[in-house]
T-cell receptor, first 118, second 114 residues
């Protein structure tokens, strides 16, 4: 079935450091890929997405490229800020495989907690 | 900006008791979802709901679980007889449409079964 594996945290960085959070997936068909972020005390928010191979999603300085050949969707940011401290979830949505519904239910990784120190 | 809300933020209950977790989706959304995350594990899909009926459910969503949209604004998840292993963070989500539309998540309800 479909699944997502992301690097385990926690990840602790100094402000302005480079961030990479690895995410790989297993899926039948052609899934859409997402990064969600959860700030303390809040719900999951969509950070960025990519719907087909070689697409690059970007938002708030974060980027991720849909790599079909390596089944990866790694999250990167060139210079992190204290305000980026949160838990980051990689997810996929496919209308085939798990449940197969047209609603395209999300399948998540475990989440990676990022702490950025001033 | 409209948001999904969930109550309570934390629920403590004894094993065998019934709990109802409540969600208010974004008002013009049509698709509703429940997910859960057991501490340290993945966020897992439970159920999706559309047009006043369950459209899809996972193997986790067994007979002890039920969902309802009782009044056109709330969307509830009921667990009839809670078990210790039901302890988790439960997230509600809603979307305007199906697969190509963004799902908006609430802040979650932390359920602790003792």
């Amino acid at each position: 079935g479909n699944s997502v594996t992301q690097m385990e945290g926690p990840v602790t960085l100094s402000e302005e450091a480079f961030l990479t959070i690895n995410c790989t997936y297993t899926a039948t068909g052609y899934p859409s890929l997402f990064w969600y972020v959860q700030y303390p005390g809040e719900g999951l928010q969509l950070l960025l997405k990519a719907t087909k191979a070689d697409d690059k999603g970007s938002n708030k300085g974060f980027e991720a490229t849909y790599r079909k050949e390596t089944t990866s969707f790694h999250l990167e940011k060139g210079s992190v800020q204290v305000s980026d401290s949160a838990v980051y979830f990689c997810a996929l949505r496919s209308i085939t495989g798990n449940y197969g519904g047209s609603q395209g239910n999300l399948i998540f990784g475990k989440g990676t907690k990022l702490s950025v120190k001033p | 900006e409209p948001e999904v809300t969930q109550t309570p933020s934390h629920q403590v209950t004894q094993m065998g008791q019934e709990v109802i977790l409540r969600c208010v989706p974004i008002s013009n959304h049509l698709y509703f979802y429940w997910y859960r995350q057991i501490l340290g594990q993945k966020v897992e899909f439970l159920v999706s709901f559309y047009n006043n009926e369950i459209s899809e459910k996972s193997e986790i969503f067994d007979d002890q679980f039920s969902v309802e949209r009782p009044d056109g604004s709330n969307f509830t998840l009921k667990i009839r007889s809670t078990k210790l292993e039901d302890s988790a963070m439960y997230f509600c989500a809603s979307s305007l449409g199906s697969s190509s539309y963004e799902q908006y998540f609430g802040p979650g309800t932390r359920l602790t079964v003792t």
